[in-house]
Structures are given as C-alpha cells and as structure tokens.
C-alpha cells in the first residue's frame, strides 16, 4: 500500500475554486464558477456551472478557453447572463453573454471597447444596466496623435459609467463597432461602483467616488438616478461609506454600510461600519447590530429581510436582517462564506462555503451540492486550529496553529510564523489558496515545521478597539502581538527557540521586513511585496491616503512618525537573512521598496536575495508563477532553518 503524502505545490495551486454562486428565482438551479488550472498554457480557466435540483447534478455551461464569470439568472428564471472574456489574445475583454440553461453558446450582447466589469438584469428581464469605462476623449485622442502619449496626472480619468442596453440586439453590429447601449452618466464627476434597481425598473441607486483615482476612494458618495425622468440627486450622507448598496422590495428605502466621519481626524477611517437605512420619505435610521463587524456587506433585499454577510472574528457569516434589528442566521457560525446569492421572496439561498480544514463548496439552501473536498482523500492533510495569547499590554490576540497530522505535544517542532496582509484582514482555519497564494504551507508541514498565523491588532472581525490599536503603532505595538505569539508556543513547548522563521506579504511583508531590520529572534525572513520605508511608499503608492488613515499625518508635516515606524530605519541592526520577493508591476507597493530594503542589507553584508517577478502586479495571474514564489520561499526556510544545502532560487 502506497504511504498518504501532503499535497505537493503543484497540486495545491490545482485546487478547484468554487465560487459566485447565483440562484434561480424558482429556487431549483444554481450557477457558479469553477476555477482550475491549465499548465499547458500556464493560465488559470474559469468555467460556468449549473445544478440542477430537479435532477440532482451538475453540469458545465461553458468549457475551453473562454473565460465566464459573473452568472445572474433571469427574473423568469429560464435564461442566465454571465460575463466572457473574447477579442483578440492580449486585448480580451469582458461582456455580457446570454444563454438558456440547457443552451450550447451564449449569444453576445455587447460590445464595450475596455469591457463590462459589473451588470445587472432589469427588473422585467429585457434588458441589463451595466458598468462600463467612459469612452475615450476625443480631444485627448487628438491631442495624442499629435504631441505622443502622455497623461496629467490627477486631472485625466476614465471613470466608470453607468450604461443600459436591450437584449435583443442584431448581431452583426459587431462588426462595425457600434453600440446600442444606452449611456446614463457621463463618466466627468463621478466614478461608479456598485448599483442596483428598483423594482419597477424606474431607479437607479449607485455608489461613486469623485474619479477613478484610489485616492478617491475614500470621498464614495450615494447617487440616484429617475431614468425616465432624467433627474440625478446625489444624497446627502456625511459618513465614511462602503461600496455596496441595495433598493427594498418596494423601492422606497436604500440599504448601505458606512461608518461616521470626522473632518480632519484619520482615525476616524478605521472603524466598524453598520447598516443604514434611508427612507426616502423620511431620512434615515441606523441599525444597531452588535454581531456584525466592520466588513458588514449588503448583498439583496429580500421580502424576508436583508441578506447581509459580515466577519465575525475567523468566521464570515450571512444572515437576513430584519426591519426590527434581529438577524437570522442562514449558516453555521463557523462558517467562511465567499459569496452569496438569495431569491426575491427570501425562501432559498445558495453560497459558496469553507469550513476547517477545508476548501470551499457549493450549497443550496444549506445543502452541500459539490463535492470538492474529494480530492483529498487519498492525501495527508495538516490540520488548523485557532489558538489565543496575551501581548505585552494584555491585549488577547487569536491565531491560527498549523500542525502535522501526527502532531506531538512533547515535541519542539522548528516554527515559521506568517503574516496576513491588511492590516485590516485576518487569517482563517480554512484550506485555501486563495487566501495563501505564496506561501506552502503543506510543504512546510511535511518538511516538520508547525506554522502560526497571527491574528495581531488591526486585524478586522475583532471589534473597533482592536481595528484602531495599530493607530500610529505600526510595526510596533503588532510586532509586539506577534512576537507574543512566538514565545507562547515557545513556552508551551512545542516551538523550537533556535529555529524560528517568519515571513508575509503586502502588509505582512512590512512586519516582516520589521523583524527583518529590528530582531534577532529570526534566523530566516522572507518578505514579499512589503512596504519598506513609509516616506518612499507614500511618494510612490496609488494609495497614500492609506498611510494617512494609520499613521494620522503626511510625512513633511511628521516626519517622526514615518521614521520611528519605518524598517529601513533600524538598517544598521539588520542580521537574518532575508529573502525579498516583489511584483515588476505592483501599483499598490511599488518595487522602490524592495530595491531600498535589498540595497541596505547589501551595505550591512546580511544575506539576501531580491527577486522581481516581470509583469506581475499585486498578485501572480499565472500558477507558474505561484509555484516559483512557494518553491523559493520552501528552499529559503530549508536552508536557513533546517540546514539543507541551498539551492539555485532562479532554477528551481
């Protein structure tokens, strides 16, 4: 008999990925999307699905290399659209298809030059609202051909705009390009994010920031839209709002998440968000729900309640709310929901669901409708449990503790610790590779590590006192938290002292090169992606505002704040060697970080490496390159910590 091994790389980035699920109104079909892997052409293949209740299966709707995503089932029930990636290889954009349940091919409905990114049926299903990239400008195209291509920046946008077209539409307009959408806002004051409709098809509700600029992200204003009269009201909200946003059965009140605001005072922006409901007739109310944290969602209004889905700690929920306040839950409470889906009446829902140890599945009406988790069954598995600790103030802090299937509590296991990015996100007992795209956890397991994922201060689902804790502390009172971490699976005895690594990206990739500069507690680090020097981010970053909202200031009116809590500050203390691994392409964190933490521990003869991977943004779109991350990142830890001979990080 063959002995059960872990999951290889290979085959954790081969995982299938279940999500966007989509019910019918009848209650009797769902769609969603299944994500796989083809290394042929080194390119992840998304695929719709659809279940039929009826029959008791599950059937593909779209196979090949045409990428759908986005199902959304018809109000009758019969027909569903989704979004499929066509055009010429390199310029593939997304549109809105239609197809019935049983259909073959979908037929086309348009045709938008930079493509579809959000869409909705109307009401009576004849038509789509969608969200589409204004057009160009035509004296900025003139201007171009002239003079060559070159942008104002922070006075050029191409913002989102809202569009509706019908669906029937001939065909062979495609052709020549043309267009028989109808475009609702003009893409000059505003940025669109989310929308949705009246029952009537009368309305429109919409999210929008002032341009398309992240730095705007922050300024969301709420917008409606009398289509057939062609008035637009902006509302007057004085709060920090959320992207979602949802009309009631009856069309006369808005559901939206937002948290209060104060001028001038960046702290603000870091807190727990709540429901609001406005009456159109009567103003608003807030509604108090003391379980639902700050990443409280909106997803429908149903004639049942809301269906919300909020972070409870390391568990995402769904539940309907209630006009009174209650919540009734529609899923376990240690559950991770992805996605969610509900019908108009409120009697069935579907959702894409994770729990311990597990990847996610499909269920409809609370019933497992997939069966993903399969291919595990002939392989080890480690498993997850979430531990607590007390830091330095007392504060508690949960993790999650990976251990070996044979785990041995008399055993000191090497420990490598990893840190989720954010600051605000957590990490989750689940097995996923979405969440842990470059890190192998498996692979350190069968190497004999335990592995810790801390959940330190800042982290959302613990509360607003816990969000704000980090309030010009970073790298400091959360190093603080982590290290905590460290020495309490050190002091149970199941953490060999001497032999303790810790890596992360984005965020985490900023405690880590904190540990990496600032402690000898670490005899190896690897820090991906991370923000090294807060002055160089700030000046680089498409979002300074993000520095802004945690350290409460500029670096030219504070530059005290950014040097006390920047790595590069504690260059000269810098020991462990350190592996650094950065997106060519990362807008969020560009690549002067990493090139400025690479050039300081050069100068301070620490080991190091850098590698920039080309044409990759925040995140690998390639499993090629997901498994050159975690095979770099296994072969540093081997090295540094179990002592294996080190090998070529360029070879593999």
């Known amino acids: 008999m063959n002995k059960k091994a872990y999951l290889s790389i290979e085959e954790i980035i081969s995982l299938p990925t279940v999500s966007s699920t989509n019910i019918s109104e009848d209650g009797k079909n769902v769609a969603f999307v299944k994500k796989t892997v083809n290394w042929k052409d080194n390119t992840y293949r998304n695929n719709l699905w659809i279940y039929d209740k009826d029959k008791g299966q599950s059937i593909p709707l779209t196979t090949g290399g045409l990428e759908s995503t986005s199902p959304l089932w018809a109000p009758d029930s019969n027909e569903i659209a989704y979004l499929c990636s066509v055009g010429e290889d390199g310029h ?12 073959s091919g979908g037929v086309q409905i348009t045709n938008e030059k930079e493509g579809v990114s959000k869409f909705k049926w109307e009401p009576t299903g004849k038509g789509f609202y969608y969200v589409a990239q204004s057009k160009e400008d035509v004296t900025i195209k003139k201007r171009n051909e002239l003079y060559g291509d070159f942008q104002h920046i922070g006075n050029e946008y191409q913002n989102n705009c809202l569009y509706y077209i019908e669906k029937t ?67 007057n909200i004085d709060r920090l709002l959320g992207v979602n946003v949802c009309f009631s059965p009856d069309g006369n009140k808005i559901c939206y998440s937002a948290s209060t605001r104060e001028k001038h005072h960046y702290k603000t922006y870091i807190q ?24 409280v969602t909106p997803l429908r209004w149903t004639a049942k309640g809301i269906l919300t889905k909020w972070q409870n700690k390391t568990s995402y929920v769904i539940g309907l709310l209630a006009d009174n306040g209650t919540v009734e839950m529609l899923c376990d409470k240690d559950s991770f929901i992805m996605d969610a889906s509900i019908t108009r009446d409120g009697n069935h829902h579907s959702y894409s669901k994770a729990i311990t140890n597990e990847i996610f599945e499909i269920y409809l009406d609370d019933n497992k409708i997939t069966n993903e988790n399969g291919f595990f069954e002939e392989k080890l598995k480690s498993n997850r449990e979430i531990i607590t600790w007390h830091s330095t103030d007392g504060f508690e802090i949960e993790g999650v ?15 490598l610790v990893v840190l989720h990015g954010g600051p605000a996100w957590a990490s989750f007992p689940i097995f ?17 590590f335990i592995v810790l994922e801390p959940n330190y201060r800042g982290s959302s689902g613990y509360g607003n006192e816990f969000l704000q804790a980090n309030y010009r502390k970073l790298g400091m009172a959360d190093y603080g938290d982590v290290i905590a971490g460290v020495d309490h699976l050190i002091d149970k005895g199941i953490a060999d002292k001497d032999r303790v690594g810790v890596m992360g990206w984005s965020y985490g990739g900023y405690l880590s090169a904190f540990c ?7 005899k190896a680090v690897s820090v991906g992606g991370a923000i090294t020097n807060w002055s160089t981010y700030y000046a680089n970053t498409d979002i300074p505002y993000f520095i802004k909202m945690h350290l409460g200031n500029d670096p030219w009116n504070d530059p005290e704040i950014y040097m006390k809590t920047s790595p590069m500050t504690y260059i000269k203390s810098a020991c462990t060697p350190t592996l650094i691994q950065h997106g060519e392409k990362d807008v969020r964190i560009p690549t002067p970080n990493a090139y400025e933490l690479y050039r300081g521990l050069r ?13 990759m943004a925040y995140s690998p779109d390639q499993p090629g390159m997901k498994v050159a991350i975690m095979k770099q990142n296994l072969m540093w830890f081997s090295h540094y ?3 294996e001979s080190m090998k070529d990080l360029s070879v593999l």
Do not use: W
């Open 603 to 615: 100068d301070m003869k620490v080991d190091t490496e850098l590698i920039i991977f080309k044409g």
């Open 169 to 235: 539409i001939p065909q062979d307009s495609f052709e020549h390009e043309e267009t028989f959408a109808e475009q609702l806002t003009d893409g000059k004051e505003f940025h669109i994010y989310d929308f949705d409709i009246s029952s009537d098809g009368k309305k429109v509700v919409f999210t929008a920031a002032p341009s398309s600029n992240m730095q705007d992200y922050i300024n969301i204003e709420l917008y409606i839209l009398d289509r057939l009269a062609g008035n637009l009201e902006k509302l």
């Open 516 to 522: 990496s500069t600032t402690s000898n507690k670490f």
């Open 641 to 643: 910590i179990l002592g």
């Open 272 to 295: 727990d968000r709540t429901l609001v409901i406005v009456d159109m007739n009567n103003g608003e109310d807030f509604l108090p729900i003391s379980e639902i944290d700050s990443t």
């Open 92 to 103: 593939k954009k997304n549109q809105i298809f239609v197809t019935t349940k049983g259909g």
């Open 432 to 448: 996923s590779d979405c969440f842990n795209e470059k890190y192998p956890i498996e692979q350190f397991i069968e190497k004999g």
């Open 401 to 415: 503790l990976s251990t070996p299937v044979e785990f041995k509590a008399n055993k000191k296991y090497p420990l």
